[in-house]
Every structure is written in structure tokens, then in C-alpha cells.
Nanobody, 119 residues
Framework: QVQLVESGGGLVQAGGSLRLSCGAS????????MGWFRQAPGKEREFVAR????????YYTDSVKGRFTISRDNAKNTVYLQMNSLKPEDTAVYYC????????????WGQGTQVTVSS
């Protein structure tokens, strides 16, 4: 099992920035991919970004390309989501998730952190 804990959410004005962190513990050696997802009120959870745990390949949903950056620090077992030029529509609970080498889906989830962008 992998345990994930997010931090860094908060209230920010439109155009501002936040950096989310996700610390992983437990069977971190089993992690293949780390991702960020978000869920806005009344909407389904959506994919935001992901990175290979070993590095190199990243992928973003279109709505955040050029504004968000996912990165990881394997020495700290931490994944980050740098969010710039935030918009009110970015308001959501943000979750990090891990996918293990033996899984075809994300099988470990954090508790989520609230991001609120005011206009």
C-alpha cells in the first residue's frame, strides 16, 4: 500500500499561484505513475496531470497546459503541482493519486486539498 498526503491548497485571487505537494509513504518502490486530479462542486472528478515516477514523461489536460507544471522529487517521495495564472474555474478539491506497476488504474489516493480561486 502507498499512503498519500496532499498539502498546499488555499484561497488565491485569479491570476495568482499555488503549489500543491503530495508526499508518498509506504510501498513507494511500487509506484509507476503519479497523477493529480480535481473535483469541482457538482462535477465529476477529472484528470489534471501526471508524471512517470521515474521521471521524463509528463501529460496535462488541455485546460491547464501552459499554466500548471507537475514535477517530482524522488529523494523526498514528493510530487508537486505548480499552478500559475489561476482562474476561478480551477476551484476544486485536488487529489493526488498513485498507480502501481501491477495496476492499470490509479490505486492509491490522497485525502484531497481545497483550492479556491476568487474572481
Amino acid at each position: 500500500q502507498v499512503q498519500l498526503v496532499e498539502s498546499g491548497g488555499g484561497l488565491v485571487q485569479a491570476g495568482g499561484s499555488l503549489r500543491l505537494s503530495c508526499g508518498a509513504s509506504g510501498r513507494t518502490f511500487s509506484i509507476s505513475v503519479m497523477g493529480w486530479f480535481r473535483q469541482a462542486p457538482g462535477k465529476e472528478r477529472e484528470f489534471v496531470a501526471r508524471t512517470m515516477w521515474s521521471g521524463g514523461d509528463t501529460y496535462y489536460t488541455d485546460s491547464v497546459k501552459g499554466r500548471f507544471t507537475i514535477s517530482r522529487d524522488n529523494a523526498k517521495n514528493t510530487v508537486y503541482l505548480q499552478m500559475n495564472s489561476l482562474k476561478p474555474e480551477d476551484t476544486a478539491v485536488y487529489y493526488c493519486a498513485a498507480r502501481s506497476y501491477t495496476s492499470i488504474s490509479y490505486d492509491s489516493w490522497g485525502q484531497g486539498t481545497q483550492v479556491t480561486v476568487s474572481s
